[in-house]
């Protein structure tokens, strides 16, 4: 699925992890695709209310949980700086899609890192 919506499109999400070079682009591709899935769901589905994006925000947040193990295996990790960067990510796709009263915590709350 395309994404549709422009300002999403042209974000470039991680991109200050990107630029370190204690995360590994391959994993970070990983990441940014999870990111991506999240906007096509949320395109594809439509979410109502906060509520029902939280419930499509918590499993992109359990796909993060699992990439952990991929950021071990590449000796790095999901840590302060990566958190922020994350969390601030998925606060972007939130408030892009209209949803500007999301709570950024509430929107990763599952979240083992």
């Not at 096509?40 to 109502?48: L, M, V, W």
């Not at 999301?102 to 979240?111: Q, T, V």
Request: hydrophobic residues 45%.
């Amino acid at each position: 699925m395309t994404i549709t919506n422009q300002q999403v499109a042209a974000h470039p999400f991680l991109r200050g992890l990107y630029r370190d070079d204690y995360y590994p682009d391959h994993v970070l591709d990983l990441g940014k695709a999870i990111l991506l899935r999240l906007c096509e769901r949320i395109e594809a589905e439509r979410p109502a209310d906060l509520p029902a994006l939280y419930l499509l925000t918590g499993a992109a947040t359990e796909e993060f949980n699992a990439l952990e193990a991929e950021f071990e295996a590449a000796d790095s990790e999901i840590e302060t700086v990566a958190r922020e960067e994350i969390g601030g990510d998925f606060w972007f796709v939130a408030n892009a899609y209209g949803f500007t009263d999301a709570d950024a915590e509430e929107l990763i709350s599952g979240r083992n890192w």
